[in-house]
Protein backbone atom coordinates (compact mmCIF):
# COMPACT_ATOMS: atom_id res chain seq x y z
CA UNK A 1 0.00 0.00 0.00
CA UNK A 2 3.38 2.61 0.81
CA UNK A 3 4.47 1.38 -2.35
CA UNK A 4 1.55 2.31 -4.48
CA UNK A 5 0.69 5.53 -2.79
CA UNK A 6 4.29 6.85 -2.88
CA UNK A 7 4.01 6.29 -6.73
CA UNK A 8 0.28 8.00 -6.76
CA UNK A 9 1.75 10.78 -5.10
CA UNK A 10 4.57 11.39 -7.35
CA UNK A 11 2.86 11.07 -10.32
CA UNK A 12 0.44 13.59 -9.23
CA UNK A 13 2.94 16.07 -8.46
CA UNK A 14 4.33 15.77 -11.85
CA UNK A 15 0.78 16.24 -13.29
CA UNK A 16 -0.13 19.21 -11.23
CA UNK A 17 3.13 21.21 -12.99
CA UNK A 18 2.94 21.23 -16.81
CA UNK A 19 6.80 20.85 -16.34
CA UNK A 20 8.52 20.64 -13.61
CA UNK A 21 12.02 22.82 -13.44
CA UNK A 22 15.19 20.56 -14.80
CA UNK A 23 13.76 18.00 -15.28
CA UNK A 24 12.26 16.60 -19.04
CA UNK A 25 9.09 15.62 -17.58
CA UNK A 26 5.67 16.61 -18.11
CA UNK A 27 1.76 15.54 -17.76
CA UNK A 28 1.76 12.93 -20.05
CA UNK A 29 5.54 11.81 -19.06
CA UNK A 30 4.35 11.96 -15.74
CA UNK A 31 1.71 9.62 -16.29
CA UNK A 32 3.36 7.01 -17.95
CA UNK A 33 6.29 6.75 -15.22
CA UNK A 34 4.11 6.40 -12.59
CA UNK A 35 2.19 3.69 -14.68
CA UNK A 36 5.75 1.86 -15.25
CA UNK A 37 6.01 2.10 -11.54
CA UNK A 38 3.09 0.87 -10.39
CA UNK A 39 4.21 -2.64 -13.10
CA UNK A 40 8.07 -2.48 -12.15
CA UNK A 41 7.53 -2.25 -8.57
CA UNK A 42 4.90 -5.12 -8.07
CA UNK A 43 1.88 -3.15 -7.50
CA UNK A 44 -0.27 -4.72 -10.62
CA UNK A 45 0.89 -6.90 -13.18
CA UNK A 46 1.34 -6.50 -16.61
CA UNK A 47 -2.12 -7.93 -17.33
CA UNK A 48 -3.43 -6.10 -14.74
CA UNK A 49 -2.40 -2.79 -16.11
CA UNK A 50 -3.48 -3.14 -19.46
CA UNK A 51 -7.01 -4.41 -17.72
CA UNK A 52 -6.92 -0.83 -15.76
CA UNK A 53 -7.34 0.78 -18.90
CA UNK A 54 -11.05 1.86 -20.15
CA UNK A 55 -10.35 1.58 -23.43
CA UNK A 56 -14.06 2.48 -24.08
CA UNK A 57 -13.30 5.80 -22.43
CA UNK A 58 -9.91 6.05 -25.22
CA UNK A 59 -12.28 5.04 -27.97
CA UNK A 60 -14.88 8.14 -27.41
CA UNK A 61 -12.27 10.65 -26.87
CA UNK A 62 -10.37 8.96 -30.42
CA UNK A 63 -13.57 8.98 -32.20
CA UNK A 64 -14.59 12.89 -31.38
CA UNK A 65 -11.21 13.53 -32.31
CA UNK A 66 -11.33 12.77 -35.41
CA UNK A 67 -14.22 13.88 -36.57
CA UNK A 68 -12.27 17.63 -34.45
CA UNK A 69 -9.77 17.15 -36.92
CA UNK A 70 -11.56 16.99 -40.21
CA UNK A 71 -13.32 20.07 -39.22
CA UNK A 72 -9.93 21.81 -38.51
CA UNK A 73 -8.84 21.11 -41.83
CA UNK A 74 -12.13 22.25 -43.59
CA UNK A 75 -11.58 25.57 -41.67
CA UNK A 76 -14.53 25.20 -40.01
CA UNK A 77 -13.85 26.80 -36.52
CA UNK A 78 -12.10 29.76 -38.31
CA UNK A 79 -14.63 30.47 -40.70
CA UNK A 80 -17.46 30.23 -37.64
CA UNK A 81 -15.07 32.34 -35.19
CA UNK A 82 -14.91 35.42 -37.56
CA UNK A 83 -18.28 35.39 -39.20
CA UNK A 84 -19.87 35.51 -36.05
CA UNK A 85 -17.56 38.23 -34.60
CA UNK A 86 -17.96 40.32 -37.37
CA UNK A 87 -22.06 40.50 -36.31
CA UNK A 88 -20.67 42.57 -33.48
CA UNK A 89 -21.20 46.50 -33.81
CA UNK A 90 -20.23 46.91 -30.28
CA UNK A 91 -17.78 45.95 -27.24
CA UNK A 92 -20.62 44.19 -25.34
CA UNK A 93 -22.12 42.63 -28.52
CA UNK A 94 -18.72 41.21 -29.31
CA UNK A 95 -18.39 39.90 -25.99
CA UNK A 96 -21.70 38.23 -26.18
CA UNK A 97 -20.90 36.56 -28.89
CA UNK A 98 -17.57 34.97 -28.12
CA UNK A 99 -18.94 33.67 -25.00
CA UNK A 100 -22.16 32.72 -27.21
CA UNK A 101 -20.18 30.63 -29.69
CA UNK A 102 -17.52 29.48 -27.83
CA UNK A 103 -20.09 27.75 -24.83
CA UNK A 104 -22.36 26.64 -27.87
CA UNK A 105 -19.06 24.88 -29.82
CA UNK A 106 -17.87 23.43 -26.52
CA UNK A 107 -20.77 21.83 -25.61
CA UNK A 108 -20.94 19.44 -28.44
CA UNK A 109 -17.02 19.92 -29.35
CA UNK A 110 -14.19 19.17 -27.68
CA UNK A 111 -13.72 22.96 -25.46
CA UNK A 112 -10.14 22.41 -25.73
CA UNK A 113 -10.22 22.42 -29.64
CA UNK A 114 -12.51 25.08 -29.22
CA UNK A 115 -10.51 27.59 -27.28
CA UNK A 116 -7.14 26.22 -29.56
CA UNK A 117 -8.99 27.29 -32.74
CA UNK A 118 -10.78 30.23 -31.55
CA UNK A 119 -8.02 32.27 -30.07
CA UNK A 120 -5.71 33.78 -32.63
CA UNK A 121 -9.79 35.04 -33.82
CA UNK A 122 -10.96 36.70 -31.01
CA UNK A 123 -7.28 38.23 -30.65
CA UNK A 124 -6.96 39.26 -34.62
CA UNK A 125 -10.45 40.76 -34.44
CA UNK A 126 -9.23 43.16 -31.54
CA UNK A 127 -6.50 44.04 -32.85
CA UNK A 128 -8.68 45.17 -35.79
CA UNK A 129 -10.76 47.58 -33.21
CA UNK A 130 -8.02 48.61 -31.08
CA UNK A 131 -8.87 47.21 -28.19
CA UNK A 132 -7.65 45.06 -25.52
CA UNK A 133 -8.27 41.48 -26.52
CA UNK A 134 -7.83 40.35 -22.63
CA UNK A 135 -11.49 40.51 -21.28
CA UNK A 136 -12.70 38.64 -24.16
CA UNK A 137 -9.89 36.15 -24.47
CA UNK A 138 -10.65 35.30 -20.12
CA UNK A 139 -14.50 35.30 -21.28
CA UNK A 140 -13.52 32.89 -24.03
CA UNK A 141 -11.62 30.25 -21.56
CA UNK A 142 -14.11 30.48 -18.90
CA UNK A 143 -17.38 30.14 -21.76
CA UNK A 144 -15.61 26.83 -23.17
CA UNK A 145 -15.32 25.44 -19.27
CA UNK A 146 -19.07 26.50 -19.05
CA UNK A 147 -20.59 25.34 -21.99
CA UNK A 148 -18.80 22.22 -22.16
CA UNK A 149 -20.47 21.23 -18.97
CA UNK A 150 -23.67 20.76 -20.75
CA UNK A 151 -23.01 17.51 -22.54
CA UNK A 152 -20.83 13.98 -21.94
CA UNK A 153 -18.73 14.58 -24.86
CA UNK A 154 -17.95 18.90 -24.34
CA UNK A 155 -14.38 17.95 -22.60
CA UNK A 156 -12.58 15.18 -21.50
CA UNK A 157 -13.37 14.73 -18.35
CA UNK A 158 -17.77 14.46 -18.57
CA UNK A 159 -16.55 11.56 -20.88
CA UNK A 160 -14.92 10.05 -18.89
CA UNK A 161 -18.14 10.50 -16.35
CA UNK A 162 -20.53 9.57 -19.17
CA UNK A 163 -18.70 6.16 -20.16
CA UNK A 164 -17.75 4.76 -16.68
CA UNK A 165 -21.77 6.06 -15.19
CA UNK A 166 -23.61 4.93 -17.91
CA UNK A 167 -25.42 8.31 -17.65
CA UNK A 168 -28.07 8.40 -21.02
CA UNK A 169 -26.68 11.48 -23.31
CA UNK A 170 -29.99 13.28 -23.33
CA UNK A 171 -30.57 12.68 -19.33
CA UNK A 172 -27.49 14.19 -19.10
CA UNK A 173 -27.81 17.08 -20.89
CA UNK A 174 -31.34 17.82 -19.30
CA UNK A 175 -29.84 17.88 -15.79
CA UNK A 176 -26.46 19.80 -16.56
CA UNK A 177 -27.97 22.14 -19.58
CA UNK A 178 -29.51 24.35 -17.36
CA UNK A 179 -26.70 24.73 -15.03
CA UNK A 180 -24.37 26.05 -18.33
CA UNK A 181 -27.38 28.27 -19.23
CA UNK A 182 -27.34 30.07 -15.68
CA UNK A 183 -23.66 30.49 -15.79
CA UNK A 184 -23.43 31.56 -19.05
CA UNK A 185 -25.48 34.33 -17.88
CA UNK A 186 -23.26 35.46 -14.67
CA UNK A 187 -20.03 35.15 -16.90
CA UNK A 188 -21.55 37.91 -18.84
CA UNK A 189 -22.84 39.97 -15.55
CA UNK A 190 -19.08 38.90 -14.11
CA UNK A 191 -17.29 40.69 -17.09
CA UNK A 192 -19.28 43.23 -17.33
CA UNK A 193 -18.62 44.39 -13.62
CA UNK A 194 -14.66 44.24 -13.79
CA UNK A 195 -14.85 45.77 -17.53
CA UNK A 196 -17.86 48.34 -17.20
CA UNK A 197 -15.70 51.07 -18.83
CA UNK A 198 -14.62 48.85 -21.67
CA UNK A 199 -17.59 47.42 -22.39
CA UNK A 200 -19.32 51.14 -22.77
CA UNK A 201 -17.14 51.97 -25.31
CA UNK A 202 -17.87 52.03 -29.11
CA UNK A 203 -15.86 51.04 -32.21
CA UNK A 204 -16.00 51.15 -35.90
CA UNK A 205 -18.25 48.40 -36.77
CA UNK A 206 -17.57 48.56 -40.40
CA UNK A 207 -13.87 48.02 -39.74
CA UNK A 208 -14.59 44.71 -38.35
CA UNK A 209 -16.94 43.18 -40.41
CA UNK A 210 -15.37 44.30 -43.78
CA UNK A 211 -11.61 43.18 -42.19
CA UNK A 212 -12.22 40.21 -40.15
CA UNK A 213 -12.82 37.51 -42.83
CA UNK A 214 -8.97 38.63 -43.47
CA UNK A 215 -7.99 36.56 -40.38
CA UNK A 216 -9.51 33.54 -42.04
CA UNK A 217 -6.55 30.80 -43.34
CA UNK A 218 -6.05 31.17 -46.82
CA UNK A 219 -5.39 27.23 -47.03
CA UNK A 220 -7.93 25.88 -48.28
CA UNK A 221 -9.18 28.26 -50.81
CA UNK A 222 -12.89 28.77 -50.21
CA UNK A 223 -14.18 26.37 -53.08
CA UNK A 224 -11.96 23.67 -51.57
CA UNK A 225 -12.94 24.55 -47.65
CA UNK A 226 -16.79 24.52 -49.12
CA UNK A 227 -16.42 21.10 -50.41
CA UNK A 228 -14.34 19.71 -47.37
CA UNK A 229 -17.46 21.17 -45.18
CA UNK A 230 -20.05 19.46 -47.43
CA UNK A 231 -18.71 15.99 -46.55
CA UNK A 232 -17.04 16.59 -42.93
CA UNK A 233 -20.37 18.88 -41.31
CA UNK A 234 -22.87 15.99 -42.25
CA UNK A 235 -21.04 13.65 -40.66
CA UNK A 236 -20.63 15.59 -37.27
CA UNK A 237 -24.46 16.73 -37.28
CA UNK A 238 -25.33 12.45 -37.86
CA UNK A 239 -22.96 11.98 -35.16
CA UNK A 240 -23.93 14.08 -32.46
CA UNK A 241 -27.72 12.81 -34.08
CA UNK A 242 -26.72 9.48 -32.75
CA UNK A 243 -25.61 10.52 -29.33
CA UNK A 244 -28.77 11.83 -28.67
CA UNK A 245 -30.48 8.24 -29.82
CA UNK A 246 -27.79 6.10 -28.64
CA UNK A 247 -29.80 5.32 -25.01
CA UNK A 248 -33.02 4.50 -26.96
CA UNK A 249 -31.75 2.12 -29.86
CA UNK A 250 -28.94 0.28 -26.86
CA UNK A 251 -25.43 2.02 -28.95
CA UNK A 252 -23.05 2.98 -26.45
CA UNK A 253 -21.41 6.30 -26.90
CA UNK A 254 -18.20 5.18 -28.11
CA UNK A 255 -19.73 3.16 -30.72
CA UNK A 256 -21.02 5.89 -31.83
CA UNK A 257 -18.28 8.61 -31.44
CA UNK A 258 -15.71 5.91 -33.41
CA UNK A 259 -18.09 5.76 -36.26
CA UNK A 260 -18.26 9.01 -36.80
CA UNK A 261 -14.57 9.25 -36.67
CA UNK A 262 -14.05 6.10 -39.17
CA UNK A 263 -16.63 7.80 -41.56
CA UNK A 264 -14.73 11.27 -41.27
CA UNK A 265 -11.51 8.73 -42.68
CA UNK A 266 -13.08 7.70 -45.41
CA UNK A 267 -15.75 10.54 -46.06
CA UNK A 268 -14.48 14.00 -45.44
CA UNK A 269 -12.08 14.13 -48.25
CA UNK A 270 -9.26 14.84 -46.28
CA UNK A 271 -6.41 12.42 -46.58
CA UNK A 272 -6.87 10.10 -43.77
CA UNK A 273 -2.69 10.12 -42.75
CA UNK A 274 -3.50 13.86 -41.87
CA UNK A 275 -6.33 13.45 -39.79
CA UNK A 276 -4.47 10.56 -38.04
CA UNK A 277 -1.14 13.15 -37.73
CA UNK A 278 -3.37 15.91 -35.83
CA UNK A 279 -4.73 13.43 -33.21
CA UNK A 280 -3.53 14.50 -29.67
CA UNK A 281 -2.06 11.22 -28.61
CA UNK A 282 -0.17 12.74 -26.14
CA UNK A 283 -3.56 13.19 -24.16
CA UNK A 284 -4.47 9.30 -24.79
CA UNK A 285 -1.06 8.44 -23.40
CA UNK A 286 -1.51 10.56 -20.33
CA UNK A 287 -5.35 8.76 -19.70
CA UNK A 288 -4.04 5.16 -20.34
CA UNK A 289 -0.90 6.10 -17.76
CA UNK A 290 -3.43 7.69 -15.09
CA UNK A 291 -5.70 5.25 -15.81
CA UNK A 292 -3.14 2.56 -14.59
CA UNK A 293 -1.77 4.47 -11.88
CA UNK A 294 -5.51 5.26 -10.85
CA UNK A 295 -5.94 1.65 -11.05
CA UNK A 296 -3.17 0.44 -8.67
CA UNK A 297 -3.75 2.81 -6.17
CA UNK A 298 -6.89 1.32 -5.76
CA UNK A 299 -6.68 -2.54 -6.02
CA UNK A 300 -3.61 -1.46 -3.00
CA UNK A 301 -6.30 0.20 -1.52
CA UNK A 302 -4.79 3.60 -0.75
CA UNK A 303 -8.39 4.78 -2.56
CA UNK A 304 -10.14 3.71 0.80
CA UNK A 305 -8.82 6.36 2.58
CA UNK A 306 -10.36 9.13 0.40
CA UNK A 307 -14.19 6.82 0.65
CA UNK A 308 -13.56 7.11 4.25
CA UNK A 309 -13.31 11.04 4.47
CA UNK A 310 -14.95 12.30 1.39
CA UNK A 311 -18.75 12.38 1.97
CA UNK A 312 -20.12 10.30 -1.01
CA UNK A 313 -24.32 9.58 0.00
CA UNK A 314 -26.25 10.59 -2.97
CA UNK A 315 -28.12 13.52 -1.06
CA UNK A 316 -28.06 17.37 -1.35
CA UNK A 317 -25.29 16.95 1.07
CA UNK A 318 -23.63 14.73 -1.29
CA UNK A 319 -24.15 17.49 -4.30
CA UNK A 320 -22.42 20.22 -1.92
CA UNK A 321 -19.06 18.09 -0.65
CA UNK A 322 -18.69 16.97 -4.51
CA UNK A 323 -18.42 20.44 -5.67
CA UNK A 324 -16.63 22.16 -2.71
CA UNK A 325 -14.40 18.89 -3.17
CA UNK A 326 -14.00 18.97 -6.72
CA UNK A 327 -13.85 22.85 -6.70
CA UNK A 328 -10.55 22.37 -4.19
CA UNK A 329 -8.63 19.75 -6.08
CA UNK A 330 -9.06 21.24 -9.20
CA UNK A 331 -6.80 23.98 -8.67
CA UNK A 332 -4.26 21.58 -7.64
CA UNK A 333 -4.14 18.52 -10.72
CA UNK A 334 -6.75 20.61 -13.14
CA UNK A 335 -10.06 18.80 -13.29
CA UNK A 336 -8.88 15.34 -15.37
CA UNK A 337 -6.42 14.21 -12.82
CA UNK A 338 -9.34 14.66 -10.21
CA UNK A 339 -12.07 13.28 -12.09
CA UNK A 340 -9.54 10.36 -12.51
CA UNK A 341 -9.22 10.39 -8.71
CA UNK A 342 -12.47 10.38 -8.04
CA UNK A 343 -14.43 8.02 -10.18
CA UNK A 344 -13.21 5.07 -8.71
CA UNK A 345 -14.23 6.10 -5.12
CA UNK A 346 -18.02 6.99 -6.30
CA UNK A 347 -18.25 4.04 -8.83
CA UNK A 348 -20.30 1.82 -6.59
CA UNK A 349 -22.53 4.63 -4.66
CA UNK A 350 -25.72 4.19 -6.25
CA UNK A 351 -27.40 6.63 -8.22
CA UNK A 352 -26.15 9.12 -10.58
CA UNK A 353 -26.10 12.54 -8.21
CA UNK A 354 -22.00 12.14 -7.26
CA UNK A 355 -21.45 11.73 -10.87
CA UNK A 356 -23.79 14.14 -12.32
CA UNK A 357 -21.87 16.86 -9.14
CA UNK A 358 -18.58 15.83 -10.37
CA UNK A 359 -19.05 16.91 -13.78
CA UNK A 360 -20.44 20.73 -12.49
CA UNK A 361 -18.21 20.98 -9.68
CA UNK A 362 -14.64 19.89 -11.37
CA UNK A 363 -15.83 21.94 -15.04
CA UNK A 364 -16.96 24.97 -13.47
CA UNK A 365 -14.17 24.60 -10.71
CA UNK A 366 -11.89 25.02 -13.80
CA UNK A 367 -12.44 28.36 -14.19
CA UNK A 368 -10.80 29.46 -10.94
CA UNK A 369 -7.41 29.86 -12.57
CA UNK A 370 -5.58 29.52 -15.01
CA UNK A 371 -4.06 26.20 -14.27
CA UNK A 372 -7.52 24.98 -13.46
CA UNK A 373 -8.15 23.72 -16.47
CA UNK A 374 -6.49 22.67 -19.94
CA UNK A 375 -8.78 25.11 -21.79
CA UNK A 376 -7.41 27.99 -19.87
CA UNK A 377 -3.73 27.52 -20.13
CA UNK A 378 -4.15 26.66 -23.99
CA UNK A 379 -5.98 29.87 -24.02
CA UNK A 380 -3.11 31.83 -22.41
CA UNK A 381 -0.47 29.91 -24.08
CA UNK A 382 -2.06 30.82 -27.92
CA UNK A 383 -2.29 34.41 -26.61
CA UNK A 384 0.80 34.60 -26.16
CA UNK A 385 2.16 33.24 -29.38
CA UNK A 386 -0.02 36.10 -30.32
CA UNK A 387 1.50 38.58 -28.41
CA UNK A 388 -0.58 38.54 -25.70
CA UNK A 389 -0.34 38.01 -22.49
CA UNK A 390 -2.82 37.65 -19.54
CA UNK A 391 -1.90 38.11 -16.24
CA UNK A 392 -2.45 35.60 -13.73
CA UNK A 393 -3.97 37.84 -10.87
CA UNK A 394 -6.30 39.55 -13.81
CA UNK A 395 -7.58 35.84 -14.44
CA UNK A 396 -7.75 34.72 -11.26
CA UNK A 397 -9.87 37.99 -9.92
CA UNK A 398 -12.49 37.27 -12.25
CA UNK A 399 -12.26 33.19 -11.83
CA UNK A 400 -13.03 33.60 -8.56
CA UNK A 401 -16.08 35.19 -9.00
CA UNK A 402 -17.27 33.32 -11.65
CA UNK A 403 -16.30 30.14 -9.66
CA UNK A 404 -17.88 31.40 -6.65
CA UNK A 405 -21.38 32.32 -8.66
CA UNK A 406 -21.85 29.26 -11.09
CA UNK A 407 -20.99 27.04 -8.41
CA UNK A 408 -23.43 27.96 -6.30
CA UNK A 409 -25.79 27.96 -8.67
CA UNK A 410 -25.21 24.64 -9.63
CA UNK A 411 -25.66 23.53 -6.01
CA UNK A 412 -29.12 25.13 -6.18
CA UNK A 413 -30.16 23.83 -9.49
CA UNK A 414 -28.73 20.32 -9.27
CA UNK A 415 -30.25 20.22 -5.56
CA UNK A 416 -33.80 21.60 -6.97
CA UNK A 417 -33.67 19.20 -9.14
CA UNK A 418 -32.77 16.24 -6.90
CA UNK A 419 -35.51 17.15 -4.84
CA UNK A 420 -38.46 17.13 -7.84
CA UNK A 421 -37.02 13.51 -8.75
CA UNK A 422 -34.82 14.72 -11.69
CA UNK A 423 -31.34 13.27 -9.73
CA UNK A 424 -31.98 9.74 -8.30
Sequence with gaps: MITAAVILLLTYIGVSFTRLPHTNIDRPAAALTGALLMVLLGVLKFDQAIASIDFHTIA???GMMLLMAALQQADFFNVVAARSIALAKTPWQLLIVVVTITAMGSAFMVNDVV??????????ACRLLDRNPSPYLIAEAMASNIGSVATEIGNPQNMLIGVI???????????LLPVAFISCFILFGVIFIFYRKHMLLEFEADRLSHQTLAVISGNPTPAARRKLLSFSMPIFVLT???????SFVGITLPIVAVAGGVAAILFSGIKPSRLIQTIDWSLLLFFCGLFIVIGGAHQAGVLDIFMNNLYVQSNIMGIFSMHIFSVLLSQIV???????????????VPGDVLWISLAAGSTLGGNATIIGAVANIIVVEQAYNQGVRLRWWEFTRVGLLVTALTIAASIGILSAEYAMGLLR
Design 240 to 246: VAALFFS
Design 115 to 124: VLLFTPVVVA
Design 334 to 348: SNVPLTMLVIPVIKN
Design 165 to 175: SGIPFTRFLIC
Design 60 to 62: LLL
